[in-house]
């Protein structure tokens, strides 16, 4: 009996985090295009602004309804300080930058690297976690795949390319990721907060340090359509809300790296509501790119050599 009801439960934490990734990956990737539409009547500090300060508006009311604690541990909220500006302040802003000058389908794109970023600086955060012989072929290939996404040739023989400001401070945005998913893996895997508060947290840290830079990358007119404000709310609530609750679950019960695959699946959510409802194209080089970037991290985790041993015949 005992043994059955472990199952159980073990089965219905699998599901829940698989569940988490899913909504995860769909969430972030029509994420690309609520920035671009609230870049219609913001500017893109605003809209990093707007969507991180409605996001932590969303996990403090959920805080408070659930009676939570919160934490009184000063490192507990100086590391989530760090975690939120390097996941949610310096990446949202630098995606939103990015994407005044480059399409919602190519930064969902780019954003496919987070997890070959996250390979680049473990042995930096993680020193005790030396890279594999097979991580280092994948964070090869990888790198191969965010050359070909930039196009650097375009430039150079035809002056046809993406921005090449926009494409770095996409990247830029990823390295953050990368970044912020490792050093919370470090600092914070055996606090003992659940993942509400843990991202609650991290978003009122990161709505402070928005607030400081505000003056710097906040100024603009404001032009509050009904499209900009849906969006708005959409990208706070859910994708800068709700979602780093599943991200922090996630990260949690399966580690940074295989956490950070869910970029595997937000290029196609990113590119299909991009060219849906923005009519945005792409070029040749851009998907190509990103096939790349994941099948470097394919390579990274040894799936590759998976399907290369030969099946053992049942008897």
């Given at each position: 009996?005992?043994p059955?009801?472990?199952?159980m439960t073990?089965t219905r934490?699998?599901?829940?985090?698989?569940?988490?990734?899913?909504?995860?990956?769909f969430?972030?990737?029509s994420s690309?295009?609520?920035?671009k539409i609230g870049l219609?009547g913001?500017?893109a500090?605003q809209?990093?602004?707007?969507?991180?300060?409605?996001g932590a508006?969303a996990?403090?009311?959920i805080m408070?309804?659930t009676?939570?604690k919160?934490?009184r541990?000063?490192?507990?909220?100086?590391?989530l300080?760090v975690?939120?500006?390097a996941?949610c302040?310096?990446?949202?802003?630098?995606?939103a930058?990015?994407?005044t000058m480059i399409?919602?389908t190519?930064a969902?794109?780019?954003?496919?690297s987070?997890?070959?970023?996250?390979?680049l600086l473990?042995?930096?955060?993680?020193p005790t976690?030396k890279?594999?012989?097979?991580?280092?072929?994948?964070?090869f290939?990888?790198?191969?795949?965010v050359?070909?996404?930039?196009?650097?040739?375009r430039m150079?023989?035809?002056g046809?390319?993406?921005s090449l400001?926009?494409?770095?401070?996409?990247l830029g945005?990823t390295v953050?990721?990368?970044?912020g998913?490792?050093?919370?893996?470090?600092?914070?895997?055996?606090?003992?907060?659940d993942?509400?508060?843990?991202?609650?947290?991290?978003?009122?840290t990161?709505t402070?340090l928005?607030?400081?830079i505000?003056?710097?990358?906040?100024?603009?007119?404001?032009?509050?359509?009904?499209?900009?404000?849906?969006a708005?709310?959409?990208?706070?609530?859910?994708?800068?809300?709700?979602?780093?609750?599943?991200?922090?679950?996630?990260?949690?019960?399966?580690?940074?790296?295989?956490?950070?695959?869910?970029?595997?699946l937000t290029?196609?959510?990113?590119?299909?509501?991009?060219?849906l409802?923005l009519?945005e194209g792409?070029?040749?080089?851009e998907?190509?790119?990103?096939?790349?970037?994941?099948?470097?991290?394919?390579?990274?985790?040894?799936?590759?050599?998976?399907?290369?041993q030969?099946a053992?015949?049942v008897?």
């Amino acid at each position: 009996m005992l043994p059955n009801l472990i199952f159980m439960t073990t089965t219905r934490k699998i599901s829940g985090v698989t569940l988490a990734y899913i909504a995860l990956a769909f969430v972030w990737g029509s994420s690309f295009l609520f920035m671009k539409i609230g870049l219609e009547g913001l500017s893109a500090g605003q809209v990093a602004l707007g969507r991180i300060a409605l996001g932590a508006l969303a996990l403090v009311a959920i805080m408070v309804f659930t009676r939570r604690k919160w934490p009184r541990e000063p490192r507990v909220w100086l590391h989530l300080a760090v975690v939120g500006a390097a996941m949610c302040t310096v990446p949202f802003t630098l995606f939103a930058w990015a994407e005044t000058m480059i399409p919602s389908t190519v930064a969902s794109i780019v954003n496919a690297s987070t997890p070959i970023m996250t390979l680049l600086l473990t042995p930096l955060l993680l020193p005790t976690e030396k890279l594999s012989r097979t991580q280092r072929f994948g964070l090869f290939i990888g790198i191969i795949g965010v050359i070909v996404l930039v196009g650097p040739w375009r430039m150079i023989m035809s002056g046809d390319s993406v921005s090449l400001p926009g494409m770095l401070a996409a990247l830029g945005a990823t390295v953050c990721y990368g970044f912020g998913g490792l050093y919370m893996r470090r600092f914070l895997a055996g606090v003992g907060y659940d993942s509400i508060t843990i991202a609650a947290v991290q978003m009122i840290t990161a709505t402070g340090l928005s607030l400081l830079i505000a003056p710097l990358v906040s100024l603009g007119p404001v032009t509050l359509t009904t499209p900009v404000v849906l969006a708005m709310l959409t990208l706070g609530i859910l994708g800068s809300g709700i979602a780093y609750i599943w991200f922090t679950m996630t990260v949690r019960a399966w580690g940074a790296a295989r956490a950070s695959t869910v970029t595997y699946l937000t290029p196609v959510v990113g590119v299909t509501f991009g060219a849906l409802f923005l009519g945005e194209g792409v070029h040749w080089n851009e998907p190509v790119g990103g096939l790349i970037v994941i099948l470097g991290i394919v390579a990274s985790q040894g799936l590759l050599e998976r399907f290369r041993q030969p099946a053992v015949a049942v008897q």
